[in-house]
Structures are given as structure tokens and as C-alpha cells.
């Protein structure tokens, strides 16, 4: 149901980014196809603390992206890859048309671990030094996904509030911001 909603108030120059896990990808794929268009599979580099012993460990974190309608935004030069995500290419033409366009990789935002280590997109409770939300995400993962989709002026909505990360990123790229938790 959350979906479906969340796909009614997009606007259809809107795009849909939803963080989960792999397990979950075979009902999401059909589920969020039903009501938009897929755009990427991003994998973010975040080491899970959960894991089953009979599996491969997973080392990455899935980000699906749809978008409501073929008029999505997409501002593609956001954000150059890093040397470190250069890829070199077999055609000296392919190579100057990505211009250092993003990979759906992203093994450039460190993840924020639980407990006492410390981190600086770690929000922390006011007057102490615990983070906000115990599966917080750094301010850079939602800032990244902002800069990509929205101009300035445009309002984001996070279903799912936590510790606010998508509002302070939010806040700080001068978006509106609209966040919802229990």
C-alpha cells in the first residue's frame, strides 16, 4: 500500500528511490513495476551486519530507482565520478561521451556503523554522542540521490524518516522536505 501511495503523490517528473535488500528485490521488481517506469538498480557499498552463514555475505546494498513517468529529471553531470570510478574504455568516442558520468556503484559514501564509532554524517540525539537511529544512513547517500533528481525549490518525501539524513540533506541542498515516521 505504501508504495502505491508513494508513487500516487510523485510528481511525473518524479523519481522514486528505495533502499532495501537483496532478499527482497524478487517482490519489489514486479510490486514497484506495476506503477512506474525502473530507471536503475544502484548498489551502494555497505557491509550488512546481518548475514546468513549458508549464503554469501552480502557487500553491497541495493537501491532500486524507478521514475513515474518518461519525464523524469535526471540532472546527469550532478556529480563526476572519482578517478577511483573512472572506467577505462575500449573506444576514445565512449570515453568522452560519459564525461565522468556516475556509475550505479557507489563505493564513495561510507557507511554509518552502529554503537560508539564515530562518524561525521553520524545525527546524533541532542546534547550527546549516540546517533539518532540505530540503522542511520549517511547524509551523502540521500544528498547524492537528491542532487541527481530535484532542482532547488523541489520537495522531497521520505516515508520513512529514521534520523532525518534525507531532510538534512534536503536542507542543505535548499529542497523542501516532507518526512514521515511513526
Not at 74 to 89: E, G, L, P
Amino acid at each position: 500500500a505504501w508504495v502505491s501511495e508513494c508513487f500516487r503523490v510523485l510528481k511525473d517528473t518524479g523519481t522514486f528511490y528505495h533502499m532495501t535488500i537483496d532478499r527482497h528485490l524478487e517482490r519489489l521488481f514486479p510490486m514497484m513495476g506495476k506503477y512506474g517506469k525502473f530507471i536503475n538498480l544502484i548498489k551502494w557499498r555497505n557491509v550488512s551486519a546481518e548475514h546468513d552463514p549458508r549464503q554469501f555475505w552480502n557487500s553491497t546494498q541495493p537501491i532500486l530507482m524507478y521514475a513515474k513517468s518518461d519525464e523524469y529529471k535526471f540532472n546527469t553531470y550532478a556529480q563526476a565520478r572519482s578517478q577511483k570510478q573512472m572506467v577505462v574504455s575500449w573506444s576514445k568516442d565512449r570515453a568522452a561521451r560519459t564525461k565522468g558520468q556516475m556509475m550505479d556503484y557507489w563505493d564513495d559514501i561510507r557507511p554509518v556503523f552502529a554503537g560508539s564509532i564515530v562518524h561525521p554524517e553520524a545525527i546524533l540525539k541532542p546534547g550527546t554522542k549516540q546517533k539518532a537511529h540505530l540503522a542511520q544512513m549517511p547524509v551523502g547517500l540521500p544528498a547524492r540521490a537528491i542532487l541527481f533528481s530535484t532542482d532547488e525549490g523541489d520537495i522531497v518525501l521520505d516515508p520513512f524518516n529514521g534520523s532525518g539524513t534525507s531532510g538534512e540533506a534536503s536542507i542543505k541542498l535548499n529542497r523542501g522536505y516532507i518526512g514521515i515516521e511513526r
